[in-house]
């Protein structure tokens, strides 16, 4: 089996488990609710996202609401189970991106703009921090839902929760943007058909994801836009798992411009 087609299989393997964990984790634990509070400043709808961007106590409970009531406490109760389940998230999609990093790599090598084994180093280190930031990240968030009051919140707790939620987002763009570079260049590749061009979404999709989300993590006034470059990474997940897919089924396309 060629380099392009096992990594196509490290690609198909990784995209899967991130597929049918994402599945788990938001099916098992039920619909995560809304967040408490609706018309709030930051404009968030998704309770998760908020809930990882929440820039101090206050938003914490404005996401959870009170934690004697009865929403309050089934929304904690779904949260802490979808975090719970994200441990096994985090390791697949981690592993996924590190996968496409690699399969871009073998797919480009000898093409002019994506030479050198740095940029599969490169993807394995974002890859790494994504997934160490993830870990840290999750144990903030679990034990923030335990607290009975906005008061109660140590100021560190926040502190740990904004650094690593930054950690972790950042490498996923920062990845996305290596991605969409790489894609780039292989669909742009000379002697490509018009079909195969079209997979020029691929590499736009990863870009979106890059160009919204970052200023979420630099621009407190639209740290809501996390949720749009959020929703175009789910469809950059699931075409490069086709992608990669289809390589492994029917083998890499003509390597004869690879000199180009």
């Known amino acids: 089996m060629s380099n392009v087609r096992l990594a196509a299989l490290a690609v198909m393997l990784t995209g899967v488990a991130t597929v049918i964990t994402a599945a788990v984790m938001f099916v098992v634990p039920g619909a ?17 996202l908020w809930f990882e961007l929440a820039k101090d106590a206050d938003e914490v409970f404005a996401v959870l ?3 004697s009531d009865p929403n309050g406490i089934n929304r904690r109760e779904i949260v ?8 096994g998230f985090m390791v697949a999609y981690s592993s996924f991106f590190g996968a496409l ?20 180093g490169v993807g394995a280190i974002l890859a790494t921090i994504m997934l160490v930031g993830d870990v840290f990240e999750n144990s903030q968030l679990l ?3 335990g607290f009975e009051t906005a008061s109660d919140i140590p100021a560190e707790i926040m502190r740990e929760l904004n650094i690593w939620t ?3 987002w950042g490498a996923i763009f920062a990845e996305s943007a290596l991605l969409a570079w790489g894609f780039t260049v292989y669909f742009l590749r000379p002697g490509a058909s018009r079909f195969q061009r079209a997979g020029l979404i691929v590499p736009f999709l990863f870009a979106a994801t890059a160009l919204i989300g970052t200023p979420s993590l630099i621009v407190g006034s639209i740290r809501y836009w996390l949720e749009f470059g959020s929703v175009f990474l789910i469809p950059a997940w699931l075409l490069s798992l086709m992608h990669g897919s289809m390589i492994l089924v029917k083998g890499e396309a ?7």
């Open 32 to 48: 995560v609710p809304t967040p408490a509070t609706s018309g709030h400043a930051s404009k968030f709808t998704n309770s998760i």
């Open 254 to 260: 003509s390597r004869n411009d690879n000199a180009s």
């Open 80 to 87: 802490d189970a979808v975090n719970r389940w994200d441990f």
């Open 101 to 120: 990093a690699i399969f871009v790599w073998t797919l480009n090598r000898g093409r002019r703009f994506w030479n050198g084994f740095g940029v599969v």
């Open 65 to 67: 609401g009170p934690s």
């Open 166 to 168: 930054r950690v972790k």
């Open 143 to 145: 034990r923030l839902t």
